[in-house]
């Protein structure tokens, strides 16, 4: 063989092995998944995945259309397992204490690889200016995270939908709050368990204001408190 033929064959790129559309897909997510949790969301890439995982462009696009496409398939493929069991407790837990359920979402939060745990709370806390196309990625996991949450916390606080919806981001969030003081040493497993615990029971109890709510929903007006008159004394400035 001439020294050219030589130069040619090492430069023949080998050929890629076939596989079925939902193996390659299933490929290119676990390529995608490891660039995100190695090197954060911005390293990924429709170029990056397909040079990392030896492919074309082309290809990478025939399974997701685009990078946001890209980026919800991929949050998918990360936490699809954590959804299913967060379902099973909340299943589970319907007849239970706000507080016990809440415990049992932060030991499934806290069962995930820090990895993952570092990728999510970054996936929500990313500015959409920042990373435009993290951002219907960032909605999909919020929406994906409420569908789960905020029909339970209505059912235990009779709060109408925006309310309860918000009440349970700001439960996920302390969730994901407390997990960072123990990841950083600030406070104990089991303190960090007690105080989620007494959050949840507390933020569960229905409160005055959804009874003025629902008077107000029936044509009633809610009670004012009554003004107790105050003596002034003449000369002074209140």
């Avoid at 890629?16 to 990924?44: F, H, K, M, Q």
């Avoid at 496409?69 to 299943?91: K, N």
């Avoid at 709060?159 to 407390?178: D, F, S, Y």
């Amino acid at each position: 063989m001439t020294t050219a033929a030589k130069t040619t064959a090492r430069r023949t790129p080998a050929k890629r092995s076939y596989l079925p559309a939902d193996r390659r897909r299933a490929e290119l997510l676990a390529v995608a998944a490891r660039i995100v949790l190695e090197r954060g969301w911005r390293a990924l890439t429709m170029k990056g995945l397909a040079d990392a995982a030896g492919v074309s462009r082309q290809l990478v696009y025939q399974h997701f259309p685009d990078l946001p496409e890209l980026l919800v398939a991929v949050t998918e493929h990360l936490y699809e397992r954590a959804r299913e069991a967060t379902v099973a407790i909340i299943e589970q837990g319907a007849a239970e204490d706000p507080g016990t359920v809440a415990q049992r979402s932060y030991e499934l939060y806290l069962e995930l690889p820090p990895e993952q745990r570092r990728i999510l709370r970054a996936l929500s806390a990313a500015s959409a200016s920042d990373v435009p196309d993290l951002h219907r990625a960032q909605r999909y996991v919020r929406d994906k995270i409420l569908e789960l949450w905020t029909p339970d916390v209505r059912e235990r606080t009779a709060l109408p939908p925006k309310t309860a919806r918000a009440l349970a981001w700001m439960m996920i969030n302390a969730v994901w709050g407390l997990a960072d003081l123990v990841d950083d040493g600030e406070i104990a497993l089991p303190q960090a368990r007690t105080l989620l615990g007494r959050f949840a029971r507390l933020v569960a109890q229905p409160s005055n204001a959804v009874s003025s709510s629902k008077a107000r929903a029936n044509g009633a007006r809610p009670r004012r408190p009554r003004r107790t008159k105050s003596k002034s004394k003449k000369g002074t400035f209140s």
